[in-house]
Structure formats: C-alpha cells, structure tokens
C-alpha cells in the first residue's frame, strides 16, 4: 500500500495511492480517514494525483541517519567501513517533500547527493529486538541526504553539512507491503546516472539499525532512519534535477536552487 500526505484546495491529509502513471487517467488518491499510524479507514472519496501537491510523506520528530553503510561508498570516501554503526540527526527543518527545491548552502561550495532508503517507524519504540523490527516500521520511502561535503570534511561534527534547510528531501510516498532486503537504488542528476546499488549491499540491514538506534533512543511515530547511500555520491548545482528512484517505491525528484 502507497500512503502520500498531500495539500489540495488548503487542507492536507493522508490518501492511498491507487493506480499507476500508464493509467488512462493516471493514479488516484483514495482519502483515508485519519492518519496512517492508526487503524484507518478508506473514505472512497477520491481525487487524481495530478490535482494535488505532494507532501513529505511524514513529518519526522527526528531524522536519524547512518554513514558509511555501504563498503564501496566507505572506500570512496576515503577510509573503511566503521566497527559499529555511525549514527546523526537530520533536524525536522531539513525535511522537504517531493518536487520541493533544495536550497543550495550559501556556505558550502560543494553540495553532493546521497540517494538513500529511509524507514518510517510506524509505533513509538525503543530496545526493538531484531526479531521485532518489522511491528514498529510503518514502511519505506526514498530520501536524498543532501551534504555540504566541504562543510563536513572541515567540521567535525555534521550538523551544518547535513542538517541544513531542505538537506533531507524525503517521499513522494510510503510504500508499507515491501521487503527491504535487496532493491535497486539510483540517482540521476539532469537524467544522468550518477549512482546505481542494491539495498542487499548494506554492510548492516534495516533490522541491524534500528535494533541499534533504539538502544540508545525513543522512535517516535513518523521518526525517519536513512539506511546509507551506496557509491557514486557527486556534486550538485544550482539548476541541477536530482532524483532518487528505488524500487518496488517510486521516484523523488528535486531541484537545486540559489538559496535567497
């Protein structure tokens, strides 16, 4: 099931994404009655996605991200794959939604893209063991860990690098019925392929991370975890179309913008 959060005519809400782009008419939203981290409801009320403007699918308290997941991206960064995972925050201002400009960093001469699958928790959680992982994810997105790499080589923490306004386009939905295991990933840049993985090339899968992650914290409804971004990451510019296609999800594309 494909759940979007949208805006039409001023209001928001949840709709399941009925349908496909080779449609006649295209994908329909069908209205859901409350939200998706509840028992809902399908309203039956139904409206063309054309006609609406597509949200970040979520609106996370946190966004908590994992470097160096993948061995091949590790190695082109310039060092290896670390004992245990590398977790950091993206702030919930980061966040921006499908079709959403990134602004680029008026502090940074180098913004790269970092095409990633992001979790969505599903239920409030903390010490999931792995066997459990998959009763607290509502499902799976596309996201684009946008850096300021000259930012983060330069400082040792990352907060600025990564956790700048409109650094974690995330959408353009949720698909909830997928196995994470081993889907591709890509990257375009202007229609250029730019990176092209598998999720089965993780060095620590989805349940390894968040058994992790919640060691340590609370996850809340809505919370978003990055996974890592396979090899290729590069440079972006003002002007630039970037979009992350994974599959069995869907496509999120941005673009790069002067930042006013």
């Given at each position: 099931?494909?759940?979007?959060?949208?805006?039409?005519?001023?209001?928001?809400?949840?709709?399941?994404?009925?349908?496909?782009?080779?449609?006649?008419?295209?994908?329909?939203?069908?209205?859901?009655?409350?939200?998706?981290?509840?028992?809902?409801?399908?309203?039956?009320?139904?409206?063309?996605?054309?006609?609406?403007?597509?949200?970040?699918?979520?609106?996370?308290?946190?966004?908590?991200?994992?470097?160096?997941?993948?061995?091949?991206?590790?190695?082109?960064?310039?060092?290896?794959?670390?004992?245990?995972?590398?977790?950091?925050?993206?702030?919930?201002?980061?966040?921006?939604?499908?079709?959403?400009?990134?602004?680029?960093?008026?502090?940074?001469?180098?913004?790269?893209?970092?095409?990633?699958?992001?979790?969505?928790?599903?239920?409030?959680?903390?010490?999931?063991?792995?066997?459990?992982?998959?009763?607290?994810?509502?499902?799976?997105?596309?996201?684009?860990?946008?850096?300021?790499?000259?930012?983060?080589?330069?400082?040792?923490?990352?907060?600025?690098?990564k956790g700048f306004d409109g650094s974690c386009p995330i959408g353009p939905w949720v698909e909830t019925e997928l196995d994470p295991?081993?889907?591709?990933?890509?990257?375009?840049?202007?229609?250029?392929?730019?990176?092209?993985?598998?999720?089965?090339?993780?060095?620590?899968?989805?349940?390894?991370?968040?058994?992790?992650?919640?060691?340590?914290?609370?996850?809340?409804?809505?919370?978003?975890?990055?996974?890592?971004?396979?090899?290729?990451?590069?440079?972006?510019?003002?002007?630039?179309?970037?979009?992350?296609?994974?599959?069995?999800?869907?496509?999120?594309?941005?673009?790069?913008?002067?930042?006013?």
């Amino acid at each position: 099931m494909r759940i979007a959060r949208f805006s039409i005519d001023g209001n928001v809400a949840f709709g399941v994404v009925e349908g496909e782009p080779s449609d006649p008419d295209g994908p329909v939203l069908d209205i859901i009655k409350g939200h998706p981290f509840a028992e809902f409801e399908r309203s039956g009320k139904k409206v063309p996605l054309a006609q609406v403007r597509l949200l970040p699918p979520v609106l996370p308290s946190k966004v908590v991200a994992i470097g160096r997941n993948y061995a091949e991206h590790a190695a082109e960064m310039g060092g290896g794959v670390p004992e245990v995972p590398v977790a950091f925050f993206k702030p919930s201002t980061a966040v921006t939604g499908p079709g959403d400009p990134i602004p680029y960093p008026s502090f940074s001469q180098e913004l790269h893209h970092e095409a990633e699958l992001a979790v969505v928790i599903g239920r409030m959680c903390r010490e999931v063991p792995r066997e459990r992982v998959q009763d607290v994810i509502l499902g799976y997105t596309c996201a684009n860990d946008v850096t300021a790499r000259d930012v983060q080589r330069a400082e040792s923490q990352w907060a600025r690098a990564k956790g700048f306004d409109g650094s974690c386009p995330i959408g353009p939905w949720v698909e909830t019925e997928l196995d994470p295991a081993d889907l591709g990933i890509m990257c375009t840049v202007n229609g250029e392929q730019r990176q092209l993985g598998r999720t089965g090339d993780m060095v620590r899968p989805v349940a390894d991370l968040i058994t992790h992650i919640t060691e340590a914290m609370t996850l809340l409804p809505g919370d978003v975890v990055l996974t890592g971004t396979p090899a290729g990451v590069g440079p972006l510019s003002v002007g630039d179309e970037v979009a992350v296609t994974i599959e069995g999800i869907g496509t999120l594309t941005n673009k790069v913008i002067k930042r006013g």
